[in-house]
């Protein structure tokens, strides 16, 4: 017994270090001098010998090494052996990466915002400079977008390079093979195609290849959906499941190229539906050869679950690095909506998109049985044409179930023998909108309802249901609700379902998008931008299903999607083209051209709403919806070099940014002073002096004005009020006074929330125009 105990203790060591060994992130910056990849790879592993035993151990450890923008590498770390590393004066941060941190944010869109003419009356008012920007723009000629994500369909039409250009002699990337993937699925469109698994190998230890397979190839949809958004060919006739959204189906860019970054797995044993996973080491990799690579601008329609300061946050150092190769990084914002402080992805480099409604609907009425019509929406094929019991699911739920769940019809909780042949009534909240539907399947429904709750307010996205259903905003779903009750045998049909184009009013902001304000850091404003992310057609792989369901065996070349996921890519596309009109333009410039033309107006020229009919503000759109056509011509533009980030960011509190050490407290300024399309003032007590500088990139010899819709109790004034150009290229600084005119009357309205104002610098044509978002101490 003496001898085991003793066996035992000297076991102990090895065995808290299996236990405790984790995958970490260990960053140093940039790199320095002309070093080879091998030379790169043998000093990541000189420092792994450093806290390893044994150099196998070092070299078995590693699972990334960095070489190209990003240097740093991931490695399989004890808590011990992290710390040790993170005492060198050379290493910026090391911090533990965490499974379920990121995940992806899951057609009409392109003529709603005016770069297609389209076939509606919508097209008939449209002026000839918003037709003329893609042509300007060679709708993307010889620009390179990266789009990271879950991979792509390369059969599908949207990929076809017939009439695409050479590929850009500046290209550098690779087409990898892979399974059921190899070099003949990349051409003059898809030029090219990688993936990245180590870090999600070293959790979860395999691949279900039922679920996912080690290739580029997309078997979940996500993917080909915001490729082909951001840069997919124009193909006529096609529709989502059902034939909904019927047209022709193109990317904002679709003579742009796409390379493509598989770094999104499926989860195991979860359904397609509930999302997928990205791994931060295989992000970075990712990143890293994009950037190496030659793309021009980089798509990730990937979010947090929760915000992530910058220094433990991949995408923001990945971008960072992206920026410095003048890359434009585009970036969702979430779907935590709309609970605020929710956003993803809010460095100041990243462009962060919110997501907003079309002008285009999918109604699908259902008919009470006292003669009442309530038009939902779907994009569902079938229909009942007969009335049929209509109950609320929680008085069919199973026994045992939840009582606050138990109108959610979530999986088995529903009564078979109470439910057959019935209309059930679901109540959104927990769980999948299509796995509602598979329920009342199971159950034997006949149909089902999906009613909005009072968070998603009139917000509606439609899915290619397994059964008869529609879904219905909060007061409608009431109203069936009461019915049901007051009713002695409640009944209903659900009719069949139509498109209907030039919807009004439109955008409004989707429930879903997450808000701001920025709790990183008060003094950005974010998110930067709105774009249709709501019931957005684009292809989709036959890998997957409409619904992303295990037991959905229906095959889809083209869904409906709704999500931040799918605004993402059409800011993306609009950089696209701004890259190919302005290649010399910096990402900042692109940010600020889209940022300042923006508009807070709906097609009835009334304020953009949100889903509970109030009047949407900067926290949920930014600057406002994006016109990509008044992009092209901003008049003036807020840059910002990669020096001016590294300074922000010494501003914001860190004493070593990479290689650069960053100056005393003294000598720094609030980032506030980022010269950022817009301003935001947290705790104003008294007077802030803003400033800023902005960069004339219109007519030579212009004069511009200074004008300002403070909030109440608030005043800006600027100085200089008048702004003088002699040349294009021209920097003209100014400074802003923000001032609580009168500190009671503000309070009264906003109390310790944020108010918000504009401020403008016009010269009669062109308007760029900031948001202000100012609380008070």
Not at 58 to 84: C, M, R, V
Not at 206 to 216: C, G, H, R, Y
Not at 284 to 297: C, E, F, R, S, Y
């Amino acid at each position: 017994m003496k001898r085991f105990c003793i066996f035992f203790l000297l076991l102990l060591p090895l065995l808290a270090s299996c236990t405790k060994k984790k995958s970490y992130i260990v960053y140093f910056g940039e790199h320095s001098g002309e070093k080879t990849h091998a030379e790169i790879e043998e000093t990541h592993l000189s420092y792994l010998n450093s806290v390893k035993e044994t150099e196998e151990e070092a070299i078995d450890s590693l699972i990334y090494s960095y070489k190209h923008s990003i240097n740093g590498f991931a490695a399989l770390l004890t808590p011990e052996e992290a710390s040790k590393l993170s005492e060198l004066e050379e290493v910026v941060t090391v911090y533990e990466t965490k499974p379920g941190k990121y995940s992806t944010q899951t057609t009409r869109s392109w003529e709603f915002v005016g770069l297609e003419e389209g076939d509606g009356h919508s097209s008939k008012n449209r002026s000839v400079g918003e037709r003329e920007l893609p042509l300007k723009a060679g709708f993307g000629k010889n620009v390179i977008v990266g789009v990271m994500d879950s991979g792509v369909w390369p059969e599908s039409k949207s990929f076809s390079d017939e009439g695409m250009g050479p590929i850009p002699k500046s290209w550098k990337g690779i087409c990898q093979s892979g399974v059921d993937f190899n070099s003949s699925h990349c051409n003059k469109k898809i030029i090219g195609a990688r993936y990245y698994i180590e870090g999600y190998l070293n959790y979860y230890k395999k691949l279900n290849a039922t679920e996912d397979i080690m290739s580029p190839r997309d078997l979940d949809g996500h993917g080909t959906h915001t490729a082909s958004t951001v840069a997919g060919r124009q193909v006529h006739d096609v529709a989502a499941y059902g034939g909904f959204a019927s047209g022709t189906a193109s990317g904002g860019a679709p003579s742009a190229h796409l390379a493509i970054y598989k770094a999104c797995w499926a989860i195991p044993n979860q359904e397609k539906a509930e999302g997928n996973t990205c791994f931060e080491e295989d992000m970075l990799a990712a990143i890293d050869d994009a950037v190496k690579d030659g793309v021009h601008v980089l798509s990730m329609s990937i979010g947090t679950t929760e915000p992530i300061p910058y220094a433990e946050d991949g995408i923001a150092i990945g971008a960072l690095h992206a920026v410095k190769n003048n890359i434009v990084v585009s970036c969702s914002a979430g779907n935590l909506g709309p609970a605020p402080g929710t956003l993803s992805n809010p460095a100041p480099w990243i462009i962060t998109v919110g997501a907003s409604s079309l002008d285009r609907a999918f109604l699908g009425p259902i008919v009470l049985g006292n003669g009442k019509k309530i038009v939902g929406q779907t994009a569902t094929l079938y229909k009942l044409d007969k009335m049929h019991p209509l109950v609320y699911a929680a008085d069919v739920a199973a026994p045992g179930v939840p009582k606050n769940e138990s109108n959610q019809c979530l999986p088995n909780s529903l009564s078979p023998e109470k439910v057959k042949g019935k209309i059930v009534l679901c109540m959104r909240g927990l769980g999948m909108r299509v796995g509602k539907g598979m329920e009342v399947k199971r159950a034997g429904g006949a149909g089902f309802v999906l009613g909005n709750s009072p968070q998603n307010g009139n917000d509606i996205s439609v899915d290619a249901h397994v059964l008869p259903a529609t879904a219905v905003d909060a007061n409608d779903a009431i109203e069936i609700i009461n019915y049901i009750k007051s009713a002695n045998k409640p009944t209903a049909i659900i009719a069949k379902a139509k498109t209907v184009l030039n919807y009004s009013p439109a955008p409004s902001m989707a429930a879903f998008t997450s808000r701001g304000p920025n709790v990183l850091d008060l003094n950005i404003l974010k998110p930067d931008i709105t774009a249709p992310g709501l019931n957005i057609l684009a292809a989709w792989s036959r890998g997957s299903s409409p619904t992303k369901l295990w037991a959905d065996h229906r095959i889809a070349d083209y869904v409906i999607e709704s999500g931040t996921s799918m605004a993402c890519p059409h800011v993306s596309a609009v950089a696209a083209l701004l890259r190919a009109i302005y290649p010399k333009w910096s990402s900042a410039a692109i940010r600020s051209a889209i940022m300042t033309t923006a508009w807070m107006k709906n097609n009835k020229g009334q304020s953009i709403i949100d889903p509970s009919g109030k009047i949407a503000d900067p926290f949920q759109f930014g600057s406002g919806h994006f016109r990509p056509a008044k992009a092209a011509d901003p008049g003036l533009v807020y840059d910002a070099s990669y020096d001016d980030y590294i300074a922000y960011l010494c501003n914001y509190g860190y004493s070593k940014v990479g290689d650069y050490h960053c100056p005393k407290k003294a000598t720094l300024e609030p980032t506030y002073n980022l010269n950022y399309p817009s301003v935001s003032i947290p705790k104003l007590n008294g007077t802030v002096i803003v400033k800023r500088n902005v960069t004339n990139v219109g007519a030579a010899k212009s004069v511009y004005f200074f004008t300002a819709k403070p909030p109440k109790g608030i005043s800006i004034k600027a100085s200089p009020s008048i702004l003088y150009f002699d040349k294009v290229g021209q920097k003209i600084s100014f400074t802003l006074t923000v001032r609580a005119r009168d500190a009671h009357t503000a309070k009264k309205y906003y109390k310790d929330d944020f108010a918000f104002g504009w401020y403008t610098w016009t010269d009669s044509y062109h308007y760029v125009r900031s948001p202000v978002a100012v609380s008070l101490a």
